[in-house]
Each structure stands twice: as structure tokens, then as C-alpha cells.
């Protein structure tokens, strides 16, 4: 079964352009992550659905950023517009049920804005 | 303020030389502690779930503890594919959170 599928694989873009990050979830999983990782904060969670509907957005930095599932099997993250803060490897998840449950990752995007 | 803290922040072992990692947390409602193992370049891999005090789990090298405190990582005879940083993250009523990781090396 294909895991957790994330493109594209590296974004270069000049500051204040849009990025879109895309997601596929594993077939049969209800529930879905995104988060970021860098050196100085780590992992951190920035939204979470279930079910399609977005349940926690407290990690979402600000308005600039923007996440939607149009499907049970699809998300976009959305940065518009991009800062060079924002460089970072964004990963999304998806899990069985909520977040309570082993989340499996993507290999995620490693975006820099220049 | 609910806290993950992940020690050592980097372990450098023998092949065969056992140790434990540890992940000590402060939060209120735990709803579940998860082990993760994150190699350079990929996504975190799920390891363990433990969801109290007592419980353990064990899978070929690696057996997790958890009590009320903070959770354990052994690693037994560890070989050097073992390297990689390991992550815990906590799971409270509030918000999941993840420990800034101990990045293990093992020497053959």
C-alpha cells in the first residue's frame, strides 16, 4: 500500500510568491496533519483534520498560511505570501482515526524562500 | 506550561553497547506518549504508543517504558542501522507535541 505522498520534494521561490505544498493521504485514513520542522523550534504541529474538517488550527503561524482538504484523500498547504522565515521541512501525516492513533508521515517538502 | 524534553540531545554508542534514551514530560491529561524514529532526509517512522503508567512495549532492539513522569527508550545490542534521531511526542487534551529528538549514532 503507497504511504503518505507529498509534493513537490523541494520548493525554491523568491519572498513573497505563493507555495503550495500537496498532500496525499494513505487510502482508508480519516485524519490529517501538517506540520513543520526546523533546527531551532523542531517538529511542530500547525493544523489537523478529521474527517475533512479542520479540528485544531492553533499552530497555524498566521493568515498568510492556509490549509484545505477539497477530498477525503487530498490537502493543500498554502503560504501566501511567502517570507524567508517560512523556509523550513513541511510534513504532512495521516492517521486512523485522530490524533490519538500512530500518525504516518510523509517524506515531506523542504521549501526555502530566498 | 506543558513541556516534552528529550535527553541526551546526541548519543554516540558501540555496536552492542546497550543504553536508554529518555523523553520526560509535563502535561496534564495524557492521552497517549508515541516513539518515533526520523532518519535524514524522511518522515518520522512510527515506533511505540504507550498510554500509561507501567505499560511497555518491545519491538526486535527496542523496548519503551512509560510512567508518570517520562518514558524510556532502551536500546539493546544496538547495530549500526539503529542510527538515526529519535523523537517522542505527547499527546495531551490540548495539543500534540514533539521533544527536540536524541540523535543516536552507532559505531560498528
Known amino acids: 500500500d503507497a504511504g503518505v505522498i507529498q509534493s513537490p520534494r523541494h520548493e525554491v521561490t523568491e519572498m513573497g510568491q505563493e507555495v503550495t505544498l500537496r498532500c496525499k493521504l494513505i487510502?482508508?485514513?480519516?485524519?490529517l496533519f501538517w506540520y513543520r520542522q526546523t533546527m531551532m523550534r523542531g517538529l511542530e504541529l500547525l493544523i489537523y483534520?478529521?474527517?475533512?474538517?479542520?479540528?485544531?488550527d492553533s499552530g497555524m503561524p498566521e493568515d498568510r498560511f492556509s490549509a484545505k482538504m477539497p477530498n477525503a484523500s487530498f490537502s493543500t498547504l498554502k503560504i501566501q505570501p511567502s517570507e524567508p522565515r517560512d523556509s523550513a521541512v513541511y510534513f504532512c501525516?495521516?492517521?486512523?482515526?485522530?490524533?490519538?492513533?500512530?500518525?504516518?508521515f510523509g517524506d515531506g517538502t523542504r521549501l526555502s524562500i530566498l | 506550561e506543558d513541556q516534552v524534553t528529550q535527553s541526551p540531545e546526541a548519543l554516540r554508542l558501540q555496536e552492542g553497547e546497550s543504553s536508554s534514551l529518555n523523553c520526560s514530560y509535563t502535561?496534564?491529561?495524557?492521552?497517549?506518549l508515541f516513539w518515533y524514529r526520523q532518519d535524514p532526509g524522511k518522515g518520522p517512522e512510527f515506533l511505540f504508543t504507550?498510554?500509561?503508567a507501567g505499560e511497555e512495549k518491545e519491538k526486535e532492539r527496542l523496548k519503551a517504558t512509560l510512567t508518570k513522569k517520562e518514558s524510556f527508550l532502551h536500546i539493546t545490542a544496538p547495530k549500526p542501522e539503529d542510527s538515526a534521531t529519535y523523537l517522542c511526542?505527547?499527546?495531551?487534551?490540548?495539543?500534540?507535541?514533539f521533544g527536540a529528538g536524541t540523535r543516536l549514532t552507532v559505531k560498528p
Open positions: 501525516a495521516s492517521s486512523f482515526r485522530g490524533r490519538g492513533q500512530p500518525q504516518h
Open positions: 487510502s482508508g485514513h480519516n485524519s
Open positions: 483534520f478529521n474527517n475533512n474538517v479542520p479540528i485544531d
Open positions: 502535561v496534564s491529561g495524557l492521552r497517549g
Open positions: 504507550l498510554y500509561s
Open positions: 511526542a505527547v499527546d495531551n487534551n490540548n495539543d500534540m507535541r
